[in-house]
Antibody, heavy 112, light 106 residues
């Protein structure tokens, strides 16, 4: 059974940093591109970033470029999202996902 | 960047109705569209991938079709467990979600 378990969320002040993790199991993690998707309260789904299966390439939505960094450790079957210079508009539930499988999400609240 | 225009934003249906949601891409997405169901407080669940392929466990009352820029998703014989929000996702070039459709009971 595929499992994706996010962690690392919480309340953080504007301008500070937070690092999310996503532990994967039940599939060959190193074979899959991985993504982070977020959902602001009462809003729709928004793609944030993608990393290629071997970590060779990364892609970001414009609003997080230069602030967020997606990375992975295939030996640990873990996906990461380093979030710097956080803004109030980054407040959302963050999901890690393959194409077909999603984690349960982790809440990030950016507020003073 | 590819944009996805999903409509309608909300839909009211009676049990047993057929409902249809559409997504139009800003360019040809070569049938690389998936459909997701999301219930309050839960993660999205993929129902359909590659336009019309039902994911394992998806009931046969769900269906998808389309090509080029225009795609649709239907639920025949709406059941109470289908009350949720639905999203399309293009994955031809990175990912872009549609704005979502909230399905409610009439």
């Amino acid at each position: 059974e595929v499992q994706l378990v996010e962690s690392g969320g919480g309340l953080v002040q504007p301008g500070r940093s937070l690092k999310l993790s996503c532990a994967a199991s039940g599939f060959t993690f190193s074979d899959y591109n991985m993504a982070w998707v977020r959902q602001a309260p009462k809003k729709g789904l928004e793609w944030v970033a993608t990393i290629i299966y071997d970590g060779s390439r990364t892609y970001y939505r414009d609003s997080v470029k230069g602030r967020f960094t997606i990375s992975r450790d295939n030996a640990k079957s873990t996906l990461y999202l380093q979030m710097d210079s956080l803004r109030s508009e980054d407040t959302a539930t963050y999901y890690c996902a393959t194409h077909g499988d999603w984690g349960q999400g982790v809440m990030v609240t950016v507020s003073s | 960047d590819i944009q996805m225009t999903q409509s309608p934003p909300s839909l009211s249906a009676s049990l047993g109705d057929k409902v249809t949601i559409t997504c139009q891409a800003s360019q040809n997405i070569n049938k690389y569209i998936a459909w997701y169901q999301q219930k309050p407080g839960k993660a999205p669940r993929q129902l359909i991938r590659y336009t019309s392929t039902l994911v394992s466990g998806t009931p046969s009352r769900f269906s998808g079709s389309g090509s080029g820029r225009d795609y649709s998703f239907s639920i025949s014989n709406v059941e109470s467990e289908d009350i949720a929000s639905y999203y399309c996702l293009q994955y031809d070039n990175l990912w872009t979600f549609g704005g979502g459709t909230k399905l409610e009971l009439k």
